[in-house]
Structure formats: structure tokens, C-alpha cells
């Protein structure tokens, strides 16, 4: 079964810092990989997806940018970041026959 | 636009008692339906997941129905435990949009004894 590993779990940051956030997926090859986010009061979010290594979707225009450098990791990131961008932000994997399985998640707070 | 709405934000029930959890869509190209778990901190977990060609699936105590004419699908558990407060999101998801999933609000489900 796919293990989503997410760090860090919780992050302050400063208006302005940039931002890094990792995902690596372990119990699968070529899975689909996605960036959510969940602001305080609503559903999560589709931010980015992206079905193999260098191939991004963005969902919704926004501060944050992501990549994928190798088959099972996926990291996002922002050069500057922005009060809006607090939230939780949530990786999930997904293959073909299972759900979309999620990391624990980050709590970023900007502060 | 909320594709996926859980328009009750709470629900309280006694513990052994039915909970239903309740999700209304609006986009007709929604084919697969997921219910996923969330503890504070956490990531969701999946719970159960129905595809439109079926009105009803059943794993333990969790069933899943869904009403395509009215864009409703429901989660009822029973009987209900303590273990099962958590906020519950509905999600959707359509074929060939490459499992891009649109989450509901989520309902926060807590089960009293």
C-alpha cells in the first residue's frame, strides 16, 4: 500500500520568506501526485497535480508553484509568501483500482 | 462555485445510533464518489467510495448510497461510535479528469455516550 510522507508537520513563516514543502511517496511507481489545501473553515482545495517527473497542472491561480523532480516526490513551493497562504496543505498519491491516499498534512502559519 | 456541498457543518449523535452524513452535487460529469476521515492534524483517511452505475455499497458498518436524479449521495453509519467524531468530507470525482478530486466542506461528526 502507498505511505505518503509529508515535512514538516507544522511551519511559521514570515510575509515575504519562500517556502519549500516535500512530499515523497513510498508502494508505488508513476502514481499521480497533488497538492490540496485547507483553509481554516473550508474543504480541501486541488492546488497542483501532476500525472508524471516535470509535468504540472496548476488548478486554481495563486502565490505557489510546484514540481516534480522524480517519480515519487513532489514539493511546493513559493518565493514569497503571502498571509493567504496559511492553511493546511495536504499531498496525496493515486493509482489506478485504489483512493487517493493522503500525507499527514502541514499547518503552515504566515505570519 | 461549491460543486460539492455538506450543507450541515455538525451533527451530534448518541452513541449506537444511526449517523447520516449528507452530500449534494452539482456537476453531472461526476461519476465516483469518495467519503474520507479526518482527525485534527491529520491527513484524510478513505473510508468507502461508490461509482455512479451503483445506488448503494456497504462495508461494515459504513454504507454509502447514492440518488444520481437528485445529485445526493448520504454516509450512514451504525451503529455509531465514540472512535468515529471526526469531520467526514464527501468528494467527487469524474473519468478521465485524472482523479482531480472536489471536496465538500466537510461535516463534523461527533458520536456522545
Known amino acids: 500500500s502507498q505511505t505518503i510522507h509529508q515535512w514538516p508537520a507544522t511551519l511559521v513563516q514570515p510575509v515575504g520568506s519562500p517556502l519549500s514543502l516535500e512530499c515523497t511517496v513510498e508502494?508505488?511507481?508513476?502514481?499521480?501526485l497533488y497538492w490540496y489545501r485547507q483553509a481554516a473553515g473550508r474543504g480541501l482545495q486541488l492546488l497542483f497535480y501532476s500525472v508524471g517527473i516535470g509535468q504540472i497542472s496548476s488548478e486554481v491561480p495563486q502565490n505557489l508553484s510546484a514540481s516534480r523532480p522524480q517519480d515519487r516526490q513532489f514539493i511546493l513551493s513559493s518565493k514569497k509568501l503571502l498571509l493567504s497562504d496559511s492553511g493546511f496543505y495536504l499531498c496525496?498519491?493515486?493509482?489506478?483500482?485504489?483512493?487517493?491516499?493522503f500525507g499527514s498534512g502541514t499547518r503552515l502559519t504566515v505570519v | 462555485d461549491q460543486q460539492v456541498k455538506q450543507n450541515s457543518p455538525s451533527l451530534s449523535v448518541q452513541e449506537g445510533r444511526i449517523s447520516i452524513l449528507n452530500c449534494d452535487y452539482t456537476?453531472?460529469?461526476?461519476?465516483?464518489f469518495l467519503w474520507y476521515k479526518k482527525y485534527p492534524a491529520e491527513g484524510p483517511t478513505f473510508l468507502i467510495s461508490i461509482s455512479s452505475i451503483k445506488d448503494k455499497n456497504e462495508d461494515g458498518r459504513f454504507t454509502v448510497f447514492l440518488n444520481k436524479s437528485a445529485k445526493h449521495l448520504s454516509l450512514h453509519i451504525v451503529p455509531s461510535q465514540p472512535g468515529d467524531s471526526a469531520v467526514y468530507f464527501c468528494a467527487a470525482s469524474a473519468t478521465g479528469g485524472g482523479n482531480k478530486l472536489t471536496f465538500g466542506t466537510g461535516t463534523q461528526l461527533k458520536v456522545e455516550l
Open positions: 496525496a498519491s493515486y493509482r489506478p483500482g485504489t483512493a487517493s491516499t
Open positions: 456537476n453531472s460529469m461526476f461519476d465516483y
Open positions: 508502494g508505488t511507481s508513476n502514481p499521480n
